[in-house]
């Protein structure tokens, strides 16, 4: 089956061939460092995260370039804000923004350039467009800027569906405006010799915000590339001004693809700081599991908005619902494969017919994710084969304990269940979920919700060992009484025989 992506160009889903078979070359505008990124980033990027990871498990070679907007207007505020110079601030938070992705499940991009070292390339490009008519200078109290002349450009506008004469009629015009239409945007934006910049043939200055993804796309991935991703705010104008830049000062087609994630939304409205509803990868993660947050915005196919609710608790906390459900189906998920693991020996190729049922399942899931994948990264399909997957590995894991009185039945359901605990690894890979050990995640889980209950985990196991004592003195009022006052406080007791574990509830 075709790989099948939505094409925001086209405004169709279409079969994805690439310039060159069995390799993509995918550009993904990075962020702005200039704060800590958002739960919108982290959707972004998880989307992306996915494409590659499909593509290459569909064989693919893949090169997937995202770059890290260091030099920008609103670095330049906040630096002056903070009294800290903007490449210090940029570089501090990109930092941060790599340590949420990466706690987030997505695997670092092949390349990522900086715009403070890609500079030389700016300038290039800059230069090419002038000296092809499409771009100009012009002369500014700060210094002198660069103007693309977007009526220069025919193809304006095609990306996103706009039409200039519409654009016009809504644009700012100014007396004494600087540029020569009202449309055209700015490649490079002079400043004088004590501000933030680069020396320049047209002055020292910093680029504007578009040219820089069109210098660092071409010079890490050619003139020419098979999908260019963003959130749906980048079409209009950043998507749209890199296409007249790139396909103006090149000749040829900029990107094949174009993907486009679609918006977050906190509350029912678009996440903003000017809304008060700006929601950081760090709040969410402060109280849910990474993985949680990444299980939550793939149960949303990538081009529909995502309801991000916040509910505020007595304590002034908040706790964001959608992700707590999804908390609750990745412990289910480690807990399946942890019964697995624990039933499985591997010692008999049998299996029992009982389980055949349960056997197909798991033979066919991972193949099915993988075709939920192919049709426009259906990821809400793939998370549903996943649990179709997982409530088959407990029917194995259940039917095991019936299976006593025949041994050779028992042997072919314990290595049904090793190669299920096996199917399940390579069904969420492509999603990116699952991939720490189980202890791992246990013990991140149990350590952040002892917090969050503010519980200390000693005070704990005395209590269960003074209904362990209960228990063996049967006394079995004390030790329901034990077990009510541990539950009150959100601690779920697991007696397996003699031996009691416990877990603390979200």
Not at 37 to 61: K, P, Q, W
Not at 68 to 93: C, F, N, Y
Not at 303 to 325: M, Q, T
Request: aromatic share 6%; hydrophobic share 40%.
């Amino acid at each position: 089956m075709a790989i099948r992506l939505y094409n925001t160009l086209s405004h169709k889903v279409e079969d994805l061939v690439t310039r060159e078979p069995g390799k993509a070359r995918v550009y993904v505008c990075g962020i702005t460092t200039y704060d800590l990124a958002h739960a919108g980033h982290g959707r972004t990027y998880t989307t992306f995260d996915v494409l590659v990871r499909h593509l290459r498990a569909r064989g693919i070679v893949v090169t997937h370039c995202r770059n890290v907007t260091d030099v920008d207007d609103k670095i330049v505020a906040r630096a002056a804000e903070l009294g800290e110079e903007p490449l210090a601030l940029s570089k501090r938070m990109s930092e941060l923004a790599d340590k949420d992705l990466a706690a987030i499940g997505c695997a670092k991009p092949d390349i990522e350039p900086r715009v403070s070292t890609s500079i030389d390339a700016i300038i290039a490009l800059t230069q090419k467009l002038i000296d092809k008519g499409l771009a100009y200078p012009s002369k500014t109290d700060a210094g002198t800027d660069v103007y693309f002349s977007v009526r220069a450009f025919p193809g304006y506008g095609k990306l996103s569906r706009r039409n200039i004469d519409d654009l016009l009629s809504g644009a700012r015009v100014e007396v004494g405006d600087v540029k020569k239409d009202p449309l055209d945007f700015a490649l490079w934006k002079g400043c004088k010799e004590d501000g933030f910049g680069w020396a320049s043939p047209w002055g020292k200055g910093r680029p504007g915000w578009h040219i820089e993804c069109s210098a660092m796309a071409t010079t890490h991935l050619g003139e020419s590339i098979d999908i260019h991703g963003g959130g749906m705010d980048l079409i209009f104008p950043h998507h749209e001004n890199e296409v007249a830049q790139s396909e103006g000062a090149h000749g040829c087609e900029f990107s094949r693809f174009w993907m486009h994630g679609g918006f977050l939304n906190v509350d029912k409205e678009k996440m903003s700081k000017s809304l008060g509803n700006f929601v950081t990868i760090r709040d969410v993660l402060d109280r849910n599991d990474a993985e949680a947050y990444r299980y939550f915005v793939l149960g949303t196919h990538y081009r529909g908005p995502i309801s991000f609710d916040v509910e505020k608790l007595d304590d002034g906390r908040v706790r964001f619902p959608g992700v707590d459900e999804a908390e609750r189906r990745m412990e289910y998920l480690y807990n399946t494969r942890d019964a697995l693991v624990a039933v499985s020996t591997g010692e008999d190729a049998r299996v029992a017919n009982v389980l055949q049922g349960q056997s197909k399942i798991v033979q066919e899931a991972r193949e099915k994710v993988l075709a939920a994948l192919d049709n426009d990264l259906n990821t809400p399909v793939a998370l549903s084969v996943i649990a179709e997957l997982a409530k088959a590995c407990n029917e194995i894991v259940a039917q095991i304990g019936k299976l006593k009185k025949d041994l050779a039945a028992q042997q072919g359901a314990k290595q049904l269940a090793a190669v299920a605990a096996r199917e399940l690894a390579a069904a969420v890979a492509p999603l990116g979920l699952m991939q720490t050990p189980s202890d791992e995640f246990w013990k991140r889980t149990t350590e952040r919700r002892l917090r969050l209950r503010k519980l200390d985990p000693k005070q704990i196991d005395a209590k269960v060992e003074a209904r362990t004592t209960a228990r063996a003195n049967k006394d079995f009022a004390a030790a329901d009484a034990v077990r009510k006052e541990l539950a009150d406080l959100g601690v779920e007791l697991l007696d397996a025989g003699d031996k009691t574990s416990w877990r603390v509830t979200l």
